[in-house]
């Protein structure tokens, strides 16, 4: 069974400033999809960004980077330039793959990002 | 704007009471989850099913929860008796599952309470 592991409970961050949240996770499958979703008060879970395991390049969405290290099976989210409306909880999720594509998510524990103006 | 609906947002009840939690996919996705969200336990997937057939249920209690989908426009997830440890936010989301697709939509969540 895969597990994510996301060891930071919560983080804070100066507006405008960049931040980094840190996912692990576990696996023996060589391909699958991981994405980091987003959570804020209105508990309405919203897609930030997606990565395929076989793509080297990493995934940007605008403000939103990840840093996808297979080997290491680590995927860690980068934030530029703080909003006061990134401040949320963000989730680190694995997704299986099957012959319709992905399918079950495996979701971390969360990180609750605070925004500091 | 096609977004997944759930109904009620909010349920409160009493222990022993029967309570069915209803989404509405988005019309076309052909995949339809069930998760759980606590404090304790995070984000669980409960079931989910694949053009209104269950393919796995292997994360939902057999004894008190079920799972349907009567419709392609409905999904269904009911607990009978409800407990005190169901208290929970209820998440369903759909996705268009392809070979290049792979999305899934998550609704608003139904926030039950059972005292």
């Known amino acids: 069974a895969q597990t994510v592991t996301q060891s930071q409970p919560e983080m804070s961050v100066q507006e405008a400033e960049t931040v980094t949240l840190s996912c692990t996770y576990d696996t023996s499958e060589s391909d699958y999809y991981l994405f980091w979703y987003k959570q804020p008060p209105s508990r309405q879970m919203i897609l930030v960004i997606r990565q395929e395991a076989y793509k080297q390049q990493n995934a940007t969405e605008n403000r939103f980077s990840v840093n996808f290290q297979k080997a290491a099976k680590s995927f860690s989210l980068k934030i530029s330039d703080s909003q006061l409306g990134d401040a949320a909880m963000y989730f680190c999720a694995y997704g299986t793959i099957s012959n319709f594509g992905n399918e079950k998510l495996t979701f971390g524990t969360g990180t609750r990002l605070t925004i500091i103006p | 704007d096609a977004r997944v609906t759930q109904t009620p947002r909010d349920k409160v009840t009493e222990m022993g009471q029967e309570v069915t939690m209803r989404c509405q996919p988005i019309l076309g996705h052909n995949t339809v989850f069930w998760y759980r969200q606590t404090m304790m336990q995070g984000l669980e997937l409960l079931a989910y099913f694949r053009n209104r057939a269950p393919l796995d249920d292997s994360g939902m209690p057999k004894d008190r929860f079920s799972a349907e989908m009567p419709d392609a426009t409905l999904a269904t997830l009911k607990i009978q008796p409800s407990e005190p440890r169901d208290s929970a936010v209820y998440f369903c989301?759909?996705?268009?599952?392809?070979?290049?697709?792979?999305?899934?939509?998550f609704g608003p969540g139904t926030r039950l309470t059972v005292l």
């Open positions: 989301a759909s996705g268009l599952f392809t070979s290049v697709h792979n999305e899934q939509f």
